[in-house]
């Protein structure tokens, strides 16, 4: 789908397409980003553990901020915090080609503003959540979400092939000029929205008792570890996601190490895991219709398990291109799975802090693991070695929970959940 088609959309109304314009360029400048922040880092250290250093930074901010965050967005106008939180984003990117212009960009500034992106990205993309029904309607949520969600992928397949090309012929810190001003081209799209953005609360709540914002985070948590579905998927996706994020996390390394990629091949490498969660998304209906619960939730991580073992043992470029595509591609796949599975069980008015809850539960590990993993590249001086580890043990991870309620949740959700 190309991005012309993405921002035509005349039956969701002029304000939506708006937002949709400004998203969809915003999403191509963050795509560069991406991939310029770590080939910044390994070509200034070369060392997989200040590779994890960069993947700490960016997920620490979920963990410290998300539920804070979330909270903080239905207490405030929206337009303004998305506004806020653009053009900051657009002042912390830019400050790494200005220093690198003049020759001092110190590799610990690449994880602040790693560190601080990632905290304005969640503060954006909580908001974002929360006025697309203002933008829409309810009647519409299903075809603004899915055009969103269109957007986000198509930009992560060519952003990437672009930064790939422009690499070719300026240096890899010039492609964060291009992010900070794409923020830009999102602040005038929320500009130019004519709806009403801000919070809508009653004038009063006569006989209802004020709800805290710590009684909100622990009735979440309460459902989500009551329920042995949730409770056991949340578990699995915290080892899986521990133990298998280095894969994503050392990319660049294992590019330039054992498959002897240059910069646009680099770049070529992560749109072709974009493609492959586009495609893998696509068949996600269908396959569904035809697979439980619990065999999509144990099978591809299992699968994807066993192809990271076999990117391990190869350094044909073109094979671990194929490989990887299809590694992300079933990431995607489990995740609809269990946004699937939220949906149908989880009431309406608990859905919002069940889905904060159990992302915060299953990327919690993320920054560990990504250190651990970091250290394990240094420690053998094998990329490839520790890539074929990390297959075996997110395979075995994922058998090992068929004996739980993951692997039998027929026994616990409805023949339709199931």
């Known amino acids: 789908m190309c991005l012309v088609s993405l921002v035509r959309g005349k039956k969701l109304g002029s304000n939506f397409q708006k937002f949709l314009f400004g998203q969809t360029i915003s999403n191509v400048g963050s795509s560069f980003t991406t991939l310029a922040l770590p080939l910044l880092v390994f070509k200034q250290t070369g060392s997989a553990v200040d590779l994890a250093l960069i993947t700490v930074a960016e997920y620490a901010p979920h963990l410290?901020?998300?539920?804070?965050?979330?909270?903080w967005t239905d207490r405030i106008d929206r337009r303004r915090l998305m506004i806020f939180a653009d053009v900051m984003q657009a002042l912390v990117i830019s400050t790494i080609p200005l220093l690198a212009a003049f020759g001092s960009l110190p590799v610990w500034w690449i994880y602040v503003v790693g560190f601080f992106s990632s905290t304005l990205w969640v503060l954006f993309s909580t908001a974002e959540f929360a006025v697309v029904p203002a933008l829409v309607g309810r009647d519409a949520l299903m075809a603004a979400n899915g055009r969103l969600q269109a957007s986000y992928s198509a930009a992560t397949l060519i952003g990437p092939l672009l930064a790939g090309s422009l690499m070719a012929v300026i240096p890899v810190y010039a492609l964060l000029i291009f992010d900070a001003l794409s923020f830009l081209v999102s602040v005038g799209s929320l500009f130019l929205i004519r709806a009403n953005l801000a919070v809508h609360t009653p004038d009063a709540l006569e006989g209802q008792e004020t709800v805290t914002f710590s009684r909100n985070v622990v009735e979440g948590l309460k459902y989500v570890l009551s329920n042995p579905v949730l409770r056991g998927t949340c578990c699995m996706m915290a080892l899986v996601n521990c133990v298998g994020f280095t894969t994503y996390a050392q990319?660049?390394?294992?590019?330039?190490?054992?498959?002897?990629?240059?910069?646009?091949?680099?770049?070529?490498?992560?749109?072709?895991?974009?493609?492959?969660?586009?495609?893998?998304?696509l068949a996600a209906s269908p396959l569904r219709s035809r697979l439980s619960f619990s065999k999509v939730a144990l099978g591809t991580p299992m699968l994807g398990g066993i192809l990271l073992v076999l990117m391990a043992a190869t350094h044909g470029y073109w094979a671990a291109l194929v490989l990887w595509a299809a590694v992300w591609g079933l990431v995607i796949l489990s995740d609809?799975?269990?946004?699937?599975?939220?949906?149908?069980?989880?009431?309406?008015?608990?859905?919002?802090?069940?889905?904060?809850?159990?992302?915060?539960?299953?990327?919690?590990?993320?920054?560990?693991?990504?250190?651990?993993?970091?250290?394990?590249?240094?420690?053998?001086?094998?990329?490839?070695?520790?890539?074929?580890?990390?297959?075996?043990?997110?395979?075995?991870?994922a058998l090992a929970f068929s004996p739980t309620a993951v692997g039998h949740a027929g026994r616990y959700l409805t023949r339709e959940e199931a």
Do not use: E
């Open 251 to 281: 990319l660049v390394l294992f590019a330039k190490r054992q498959l002897h990629a240059s910069d646009t091949q680099v770049g070529l490498l992560y749109a072709a895991g974009s493609a492959g969660m586009i495609l893998f998304a």
């Open 64 to 71: 410290l901020f998300g539920l804070v965050i979330g909270a």
């Open 336 to 397: 609809i799975n269990s946004n699937s599975l939220y949906q149908a069980v989880v009431p309406d008015r608990l859905l919002g802090r069940v889905r904060s809850v159990t992302s915060m539960l299953s990327w919690s590990a993320i920054p560990l693991g990504a250190l651990v993993g970091g250290a394990s590249i240094r420690w053998t001086h094998d990329v490839g070695l520790v890539y074929g580890v990390i297959g075996a043990a997110v395979f075995f991870i």
